[in-house]
DNA sequence: TCAAATTTAATTGTGCACAATATATTTTTT
DNA sequence: AAAAAATATATTGTGCACAATTAAATTTGA
């Protein structure tokens, strides 16, 4: 069948609609997984970027996410509460935030090795199909991305 | 490059992390559009189900964009606030809310049209590219759907 | 040097998402 | 027909997203 060029209003055709329902039912899967570790699905994102490199900043953090401090202050007040991490000022520098992982923070990193593990079986997905999915999004997000001037 | 195929915990290796901020950019695209229309995104997906088939109830419009009316019910309270939809109890079944568009709700359809072609300028995709993209979302959508039982 | 501009987080306010529960209505079962 | 089960919506509460504003620290530059 030939694709249809016209762009319309019917909502099975819009992309737009895919990838929001696509995206929810995504966190959907995740939520019962991460419920066992205790955090939402943008926590975990969070503790992803902190398991990478620790000590940063929350405007790398939110560089790294795409998230401000408006999402992000509250969010990691809540794993801080849960005590997953700490946030103090930079003597170097008193504007910013640095956030550190405690043990706890830490040693949940090996738990949540299962997710993943857990996820690739529900996706039914061969890996090629898993990155060039996934590759395909990363490039429409950077094609619209905020013209940078 | 050989797709790695170890589940990692790599953020830039999620496919759940390039599908989260793909939606989020693509909804901040839209954002300038449906400001213009006095519109949120999941406003706008309201209307577009009530565009194609109005006079439908709050659980069919939740089943076509996987809603509830927890989120639902507000949602339409302002909808109506704003003039552009009608919502009453149906005699028939008292339990049921049936939504309804006012005129102004229905003209706005016109408006609307705009919508999707300024958007298809701002993605530089080919339709072919667009109909693979949200088909493969669609049946990604689709595959992760609760086991129906 | 010191005033202006910039940078970083926090705060405030609105609007989703979604789980859990409540309420009212209808249908089914006994 | 009355009780029980199922259905549809609303309500309550938590946690994002994100715009707009505020506040404090730092950098820039006249």
Chains 1, 2 share one sequence.
């Not at 969070?46 to 401090?69: H, K």
């Not at 509250?74 to 910013?96: C, H, I, V, W």
């Amino acid at each position: 069948m030939k694709a249809d060029l016209e762009p319309n209003l019917l909502l099975d055709e819009q992309l737009c609609f895919a990838l929001y329902a696509a995206s929810r039912r995504l966190t959907a899967v995740y939520r019962p997984l991460l419920d066992a570790l205790g955090l939402t699905y943008p926590q975990y994102l969070v503790m992803l970027v902190l398991w990478e490199r620790d000590g940063i900043t929350v405007r790398e953090l939110g560089a790294r996410l795409q998230l401000d401090s408006g999402t992000l202050t509250p969010l990691l007040k809540r794993l801080e509460q849960a005590d997953l991490l700490l946030r103090r000022r930079r003597e170097s520098d008193e504007r910013e935030v640095e956030i550190t992982l405690t043990n706890a923070g830490r040693s949940l990193h090996e738990r949540a090795t299962e997710v993943p593990r857990c996820l690739a079986k529900k996706l039914c997905m061969s890996a090629d199909e898993f990155v060039r999915l996934r590759d395909e999004l990363k490039s429409l997000a950077i094609q619209l991305a905020p013209t940078q001037e």
